[in-house]
C-alpha cells in the first residue's frame, strides 16, 4: 500500500519557497517582525507504508537561516520546547512521537549558557497505525525562534498531514 | 467577394486568438499572485543580515508588510500596570523624568543578558532623573518565574505585568528584548529590539535624560 503524505494549502506553497526569496528578506531587524511570518517551513514528503502496519511518518521541518529554535528538550525549565501536538484522527492510532536530539549553541554574549537547539532541517517522526483509505492528520509545530541577538515570542506553524491508504 | 469573406474569417479567427492569448496572460497572472500569496503567508522571517546589531531601528528599515510605524519622536503611550508586588504602575507616575520602558520575557536569552546593565544604569543615572520598567511580555510564565528571572539578573527596579495591551500600543512587541528610552517631556527618544551594546544603552539613556521637559506635550506622561 502506498500513503501518500502531503500537506494542504499553504504548506504545499511554502515548500516552493526559493533562496531568492529568503534574500529579498535580508535586511536590519525590523520592528517589530511581522506578526503571521513563520521562522520554521514544514517541509511535505510521499511515504510508502502498509495500511495496518505501523509506519513512522517523518515530518521534515526546516529552521530558518541565522535562527535556532528550542530542542524538544531544552536545557531550562523557562524555556520553550519544540513541540508537534497532533489531534486524533478517525481511523488512525498515534504513538508518542520521536524528537531529535539538540544541538549545542551559545549566545556569543554568554558563552557559559549552554543551549540545546535545532538548526537548519530537522526531523519529527511520529508512528502511526491506520485503516486503508483516505485520512487527514491536523496540527501544529509549537516553537521559539531566537537569532544570535533577539528572540520571538512563541509561534504555532499549523501542519496538516493529508494522505490516503491503499 | 469570396476574398473579402475569406480576409473577414482571418480578421475574427485573428482577434478571437488574441483574445485568447490576453486571457490565457491574465487567467497566469491571477494563479501566480495567488500562489505569491500562498507562499509569502509561510515563508521565512526576515534573516536580520544584522541581528545582532539591533541598536537602532530606522523608518526605512521597516518591511512593507504589515510593518508598524517606528514610535521614535511621538509621544510614549500611556500605559497603567501591575507590579510583581501587586501594586499599580502608570508611566504616567514619572512625568518630568527619562524613562527606559524595556519589554523582556523568561524564555528570552538576550533579554536576561541586558537586565543587569539596566539595573547598573539605574542605580548611576537615578540622581539625573532615570527611571526604568520592566515590562514583562509572559506573564503566563508565572509570577515565581518571572520574580525568579529579575532576582537573578539582580534586578531592583519594578517589573510590570504587561497586559497585551500595552504591546499593541508599542507596535506589537514581536521582537525581544525590545526598548523605547522616553525622553522627559514623555516623547520617545529612542527604539531599540534586540541586544545591543551596552555603551550604546548608556547613549540612548544619556540621549533621555537630555531632552527638556520644558514643553511637555501632554501624553503617556
Not at chain 2, 91 to 106: E, H, P, R, S
Request: with cysteine; hydrophobic share 45%; proline share 6%.
Amino acid at each position: 500500500m502506498r500513503w501518500r503524505l502531503a500537506v494542504a494549502g499553504w504548506a504545499m506553497a511554502a515548500v516552493g519557497v526559493s533562496p531568492a526569496m529568503f534574500a529579498f528578506q535580508a535586511g536590519t531587524l525590523p520592528l517589530p517582525a511581522p506578526a503571521l511570518k513563520s521562522y520554521v517551513l514544514y517541509v511535505a514528503e510521499d511515504h510508502d507504508v502498509h495500511a495496518g502496519k505501523r509506519t513512522v511518518l517523518e515530518l521534515h521541518f526546516r529552521v530558518a537561516d541565522g535562527y535556532h529554535v528550542n530542542s524538544h528538550t531544552p536545557k531550562s525549565v523557562l524555556l520553550i520546547p519544540t513541540d508537534v501536538v497532533l489531534q486524533p484522527a478517525a481511523g488512525i492510532s498515534e504513538e508518542t512521537a520521536e524528537y531529535p536530539a539538540g544541538k549545542n549553541y551559545s549566545f556569543s554574549f554568554d558563552p557559559s549558557n549552554k543551549l540545546s537547539v535545532y538548526t537548519g532541517d530537522f526531523v519529527v517522526k511520529v508512528p502511526v497505525v491506520a485503516t486503508a483509505g483516505a485520512h487527514t492528520i491536523s496540527g501544529k509545530l509549537h516553537y521559539q525562534a531566537c537569532d544570535h541577538a533577539a528572540c520571538y515570542p512563541p509561534r504555532d506553524l499549523p501542519v496538516q498531514i493529508i494522505f490516503t491508504a491503499r | 467577394m469570396f476574398q473579402v469573406k475569406r480576409r473577414a474569417l482571418v480578421l475574427g479567427v485573428m482577434i478571437v486568438g488574441i483574445a485568447l492569448m490576453v486571457w490565457a496572460g491574465v487567467h497566469n497572472l491571477r494563479a501566480r499572485r495567488l500562489a505569491m500569496q500562498k507562499a509569502q503567508e509561510n515563508h521565512v522571517e526576515l534573516i536580520p543580515g544584522s541581528a545582532g546589531q539591533p541598536g537602532k531601528v530606522d523608518e526605512s528599515d521597516a518591511d512593507d508588510e504589515g510593518e508598524e510605524p517606528s514610535l521614535r519622536g511621538k509621544v510614549a503611550p500611556a500605559f497603567s500596570l501591575t507590579t510583581l508586588d501587586g501594586k499599580k504602575v502608570s508611566l504616567a507616575d514619572y512625568k518630568g523624568k527619562a524613562v527606559l520602558v524595556n519589554f523582556w520575557a523568561t524564555w528570552c536569552g538576550p533579554c536576561r543578558i541586558e537586565m543587569p546593565w539596566f539595573q547598573q544604569f539605574q542605580k548611576q543615572y537615578a540622581d539625573q532623573g532615570l527611571v526604568i520598567l520592566g515590562l514583562v511580555d509572559d506573564v503566563d510564565a508565572g509570577d515565581a518565574a518571572i520574580a525568579k528571572v529579575a532576582g537573578k539578573a539582580g534586578v531592583t527596579y519594578p517589573i510590570l505585568l504587561a497586559d497585551g495591551k500595552v504591546q499593541k500600543a508599542y507596535g506589537g512587541v514581536d521582537v525581544l528584548p525590545m526598548s523605547f528610552y522616553v525622553g522627559r517631556n514623555g516623547v520617545i527618544v529612542e527604539e531599540t529590539a534586540g541586544l545591543g551594546p551596552k555603551d550604546q544603552i548608556e547613549a540612548h539613556i544619556k540621549a533621555a535624560l537630555a531632552s527638556s521637559a520644558s514643553g511637555a506635550p501632554s501624553g503617556g506622561q
